[in-house]
């Protein structure tokens, strides 16, 4: 597997509260992304990063900021976590160039009661 | 909205046979790449095909493209009970922006 660790896998959080989830890579990728998977809609963008400090809106950004203070680590927040949240968070790194392969890591499966 | 779909949605065959996913997506793309996912799984990378490219194989896997259309289609031919996955199509923007379809549920029954 590539080099990339999500923290934590699992996690329970109660409706209101901060949450968040961490992607760290050894690959030194330009890009970063974070996606959530829900059934019957596959993999939705939420944000991506091209560079440290440089990050852009996916599909589904409302209630999610990202930060990438260093090229290794790029990090989810839910501002403030809603039950519509619950769901399966997965990290994905890609190289420089334009035709490259996206490497994705094991998932976080976040719930919010 | 998604900025690819696929179809079908699911896709049952026998081990042996053919199987064929399609991808429709919406903006221009650099290039296009399918992934495979098993249950509770991250996906894997299979294929990518660039933009001036109109076919691509590898293995058992035949991609087209056609850019006219904004669709792809994956094919897997001689299927085993191992190809039961989920299929997902991913397109390539400017930025390296990388946007998935809706996938694919493949069953290859023994």
């Known amino acids: 597997d590539a080099g990339i660790t999500q923290s934590p896998r699992h996690k329970v959080t109660e409706t209101g509260t901060p949450v968040t989830l961490r992607c760290h890579q050894t690959e030194n990728h330009r890009y970063m992304y974070w996606y959530r998977q829900d059934p019957g809609h596959g993999l939705r963008l939420i944000h991506y990063?091209?560079?440290?400090?440089?990050?852009d809106k996916g599909e589904v950004s409302d209630g999610y900021s990202v930060s990438r203070s260093k090229t290794e680590d790029f990090l989810l927040t839910l501002e403030s976590a809603t039950s519509s949240q619950t769901s399966v968070y997965f990290c994905?790194?890609?190289?420089?160039?334009?035709?490259?392969?996206?490497?994705f890591g094991q998932g976080t499966r976040l719930t919010v009661v | 909205s998604q900025q690819g779909e696929e179809d079908p949605q699911a896709l049952s065959i026998q081990e042996g046979e053919n199987a064929t996913m399609n991808c429709s997506y919406k903006t221009s793309i650099n290039n296009l790449q399918w992934y495979r996912q098993n249950s509770g799984r991250g996906l894997v990378h299979l294929i990518l095909?660039?933009?001036?490219?109109r076919e691509k194989h590898s293995g058992r896997l035949r991609v087209t493209l056609d850019t006219s259309k904004k669709s792809s289609s994956l094919l897997i031919t001689a299927s085993r009970a191992a190809d039961t996955a989920s299929y997902f199509c991913?397109?390539?923007?400017?930025?390296?922006?990388?946007?998935f379809g809706t996938g694919t549920k493949l069953q290859v029954i023994p």
């Open positions: 991913a397109t390539v923007g400017g930025y390296q922006k990388v946007t």
């Open positions: 095909i660039r933009s001036n490219e």
């Open positions: 994905a790194i890609s190289g420089q160039g334009v035709h490259t392969e996206a490497f």
């Open positions: 990063s091209y560079g440290v400090k440089d990050t």
